[in-house]
């Protein structure tokens, strides 16, 4: 079963459109949201999460319309900022948000407050963006959501949170039918914790597959420039040349280069390897 699945969405803003935009979230699994820096993300996001109105298409959450607004009682969703009054405290947030959910779970809440030492009758502004980042993620978790939207949830955070924030989602994947969502371009979190991955580039889907497939299927291919000629060039998805040699973004069977395989290097291409070739020259 799929958490979301986006038919043929469209969406025109001032410089920007997406057309027949068409994936989906699979349940149960970590899916990695990647693409450049204006590639439609947070607009993705925001159309999923029915903030931003959809020109034309089909968006489903739960198998039911987006729209609906009972479904919003299974998600949790973490802004890449925190949309809050400055002025409130963690105390005075609880006050109104364990309320609206029928599923809010306090003891959960008391043990993720200690668990990421937050204070809690301190003002907002006075947080940290660390701080802010777990004080959404409080409210987000504590009412047990069964799919967890994070838009950038690592941007701006020190290495040492980044990594205890990974380790969470982790640790949470093991609850039953938890699926999370989760953009990023900071892709070395995703290389870690992905099962699949979406990328999108200029308002459209380059690719949406398995972190296994992309394992299995994706490789650099390195080596002397007089190697590259047009034929060849032809293979790759992207290339980059210089005086030292090219590297190049292959997929599919190395065998193709038995017969020149002691003069290439191959390694497997990571999510950073796919942005950077994908979006020189398209796929
Ligand atoms: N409120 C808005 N009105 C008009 N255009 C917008 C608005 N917000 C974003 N855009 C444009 O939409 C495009 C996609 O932006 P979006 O924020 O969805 O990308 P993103 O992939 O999330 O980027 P980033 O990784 O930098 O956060 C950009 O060209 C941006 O300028």
Not at 92 to 97: D, E, L, N, R, Y
Request: charge should be negative; include cysteine.
């Amino acid at each position: 079963m799929n958490i979301v699945e986006f038919h043929n969405v469209a969406k025109k803003r001032k410089d920007f459109s997406i057309e027949n935009l068409s994936f989906s979230i699979p349940n149960g699994y970590i899916t990695g949201f990647i693409g450049p820096n204006g590639s439609g993300k947070t607009t993705t996001i925001q159309m999923m999460m029915d903030i931003l109105q959809i020109d034309t298409g089909d968006i489903k959450l739960f198998g039911t319309s987006h729209k609906n607004y009972r479904i919003k009682q299974k998600i949790g969703f973490v802004y890449d900022d925190l949309y809050m009054y400055e002025d409130f405290t963690i105390k005075k947030m609880k006050a109104f948000i364990a309320p609206l959910y029928e599923t809010w779970n306090e003891t959960l809440f008391q043990s993720y407050l200690k668990k990421f030492q937050l204070p809690f009758t301190k003002k907002l502004k006075h947080f940290s963006k660390g701080m802010k980042m777990k004080c959404s993620l409080l409210f987000a978790l504590s009412h047990e959501p069964e799919f967890i939207i994070m838009d950038e949830p690592t941007a701006g955070l020190d290495p040492i949170f980044r990594r205890e924030l990974l380790d969470i989602l982790q640790e949470m994947m093991t609850r039953e039918n938890q699926t999370i969502f989760l953009s990023s371009h900071i892709t070395n979190d995703l290389d870690r914790i992905a099962d699949y991955i979406i990328f999108i580039h200029e308002g459209k889907i380059l690719l949406q597959a398995s972190m296994e497939e992309i394992q299995e299927q994706y490789h650099i291919v390195k080596g002397e420039r007089n190697l590259l000629d047009a034929d060849t060039k032809r293979l790759f998805i992207g290339f980059q040349d210089s005086t030292v040699g090219f590297q190049a973004l292959y997929r599919g069977d190395l065998t193709l280069f038995d017969d020149v395989s002691d003069q290439l290097i191959f390694e497997k291409a990571t999510l950073e390897d796919m942005i950077y070739f994908m979006t020189r020259k398209g796929i």
